[in-house]
Each structure stands twice: as structure tokens, then as C-alpha cells.
């Protein structure tokens, strides 16, 4: 057992081989660890930074002959470009595949970009692999539209 009243300044690596317990702030320029559990509220003063590899993707019969999809982002945040070809018609678009998979149905929200994807009816279905954005209405031949998304588990 080590008891310091004042400062402890370590040059070199720390290594603690059980827990910790800190009575005051914790500054460092810093910090990676594989789980981060808080038993109190989180507040941000800066944006949220989501990193990570863009998933991947299916396209869907609703496209169309011709039509295309685009995903960019991560398994958390990211866009839909979706280009409609000739015949689009009502049915799912793309299918967003995880990189890697969640451990429950994640929370999928997604929002419309622009007034031409608000006016398909559009919805999604979720697993815990991947999430689809379909339309209950066929949307314009030849159209553009998006949509950007936020996943929580």
C-alpha cells in the first residue's frame, strides 16, 4: 500500500490491475477504453464525431431499371442517395448492411432530405444485421431523393 499527499507524476506507462477510484477531475488530452458506462448524465460542449467504416448495401426493387443507391457514413450515422430509373415502383429501395452487427434490433431513425423523399410514404425495416428504407408509394421515374440516419442500440 502507497498513501501520497501530494502530487504523483508518472513518466512512464501506469498500469493498474484493478479498479480505481478518483475523488476529483480527470484531465487528460486522451482516453481509449473498449466500454464506458455513466451512472450520471452526459453532457457535450463540442459536436459528436462518429467514425467508423461505411456499411454496406443491397439495392432494392424499388429502384427501378437503371436506378441507383448510395450509402455513406457509418453503422451509426450516415446518408442515402437514392436515383430512381425507369418503372420505380412502391417496395424497399436499399437494405443498409452493418459492418458489424447489433446486439438487439437497433433504434433506426431516418429523415427525408428534401420535399421529393417526404412524399413517398417512406418507412424502414430494422434487424439487428441491417435496415431498409422502402416506400409505401411509387416515387417519381428518374427522380433523386435522400435520406440521412441516426442508429442507437
Sequence with gaps: DISTQGQLLVQKTLSVAA???FGGAIS???ITVNTLQLNGDLS???HIDIGGAAPG???????????TAAVSGSDTA????????????????????????YNNTPY????PVGAA????GYYINRTTTNFSVCAANAPAS??????DYFIVE
Design 19 to 21: 479498479g480505481a477510484t
Design 44 to 46: 457535450l460542449t463540442k
Design 117 to 120: 423523399s417526404a412524399t413517398i
Design 57 to 67: 448495401r443491397t439495392n432494392g426493387p424499388a429502384l427501378g431499371n437503371g436506378g
Design 108 to 111: 433506426v431513425q431516418i429523415t
Design 142 to 147: 428518374n427522380a433523386s431523393f435522400g435520406f
Design 78 to 101: 450516415g446518408s442515402i442517395n437514392i436515383n430512381t430509373g425507369s418503372g420505380a415502383a412502391a417496395g424497399c429501395f436499399v437494405t443498409v448492411n452493418f459492418n458489424q452487427k
Design 28 to 30: 487528460a488530452p486522451a
